[in-house]
């Protein structure tokens, strides 16, 4: 009988574990600052853009390990400074029309859809992101990077009327 009562109660308390160790609820209109850019921060920029640099990918990382093997070919390389990718900041700063760029850093917000695109399952090396063997994004991030890549007129960079101009410094 004490038996048959405790597991009586094993579905709620598998559902409330559920709910309290899930990932919180998708926003429908996620902001740069609030919701992406932690995401960013945590998995891309230390190739692209961690201490005001793009960073040769290397793994494991450090200065004299070896490039990684999923991205190693000396185009893709090419690619990667040429795109000159700035996860950190939302706009692009420097001159980036000049040729060459000078001072040219590229921000997130002009490669929002590009960004969606390459941490999607389907996305395909070199270009999936971030490379092996890194794990890809979850679900969750990857549909808040959808959201966000969808606004319109623009992904934008804040919801709050008076965000940290560090971050946004154009307004939200
Ligand atoms: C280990 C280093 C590394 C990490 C971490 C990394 N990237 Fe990249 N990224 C690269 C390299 C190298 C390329 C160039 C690949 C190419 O264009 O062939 C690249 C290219 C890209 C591109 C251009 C793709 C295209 O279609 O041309 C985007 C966008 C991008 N990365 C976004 C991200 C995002 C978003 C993350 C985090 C989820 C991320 N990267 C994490 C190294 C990295």
Redesign the pocket.
Known sequence: MRRLAWFSFLPAAVVVLAAGCGSPSVPAQPAYDADVRP??MA??V???GAGGSL?V?T?PTGPNAPT?PS?SDS???M??DA?N?Y?DQYDSTGDCTSNPPSNCKQGAEI?AT??A???HASAKP??A???AP?PR?DDWAIEI?DNWSNEKPKPVCSNSPDPDNTICPNGP
């Open positions: 995401i960013l998995h891309c230390r190739c692209h960073n990918p793994e990684l991205i185009s893709v390389l690619s990667f795109l990718l996860v490669f590009t960004i695109g390459t941490v070199p270009t992101m971030p490379p890194a994004l990077l």
